[in-house]
């Protein structure tokens, strides 16, 4: 049974707001690469899905415990759906600076090639409805 049209387009519509955060999160990236002492920052996008889609924890099944209140925001604690954490620098700037611009622009790329197909599905989903609903 093919679930109702509204937890389709539920589901494709916390894709789309995970996306975006992401983007946003990578923009942020690129755009301090000459910061000195800026940090590179990204989110899980799997974990972060499962999450805003009713999942368990984190992946394999293991699940994060924070020691102070304030490491792990949640929506429930007034932070984001999805956790942005800072990303381990493979070759670190002397100045501190942890961004790759060739990296960030992949990832930037890849999110919004993400975010546009996420979105033409819900068009052909939305399509495919009114059609059968006018009977064509």
């Known amino acids: 049974m093919t679930p109702p049209l509204t937890s389709v387009l539920d589901r494709q519509g916390r894709t789309l707001e995970l996306l975006a955060q992401r983007q946003q999160v990578l923009a942020g990236n690129i755009a301090n690469a000459d910061t000195p002492g800026f940090k590179a920052r990204d989110i899980d996008f799997a974990s972060a899905l499962r999450q805003a889609q009713g999942g368990s924890g984190g992946s394999l099944g293991t699940t994060l415990i924070a020691s102070r209140a304030g490491h792990l925001p949640t ?62």
């Open 75 to 136: 929506a429930e604690a007034g932070g984001d759906a999805a956790a942005v954490v800072f990303r381990t620098a493979e070759q670190p700037n002397i100045d501190g600076n942890t961004v790759d611009l060739d990296r960030e622009r992949a990832n930037f790329a890849d999110n919004a090639m993400r975010y546009e197909a996420t979105l033409r599905f819900i068009n052909g989903h939305v399509r495919t409805m009114l059609s059968a609903i006018t009977g064509q």
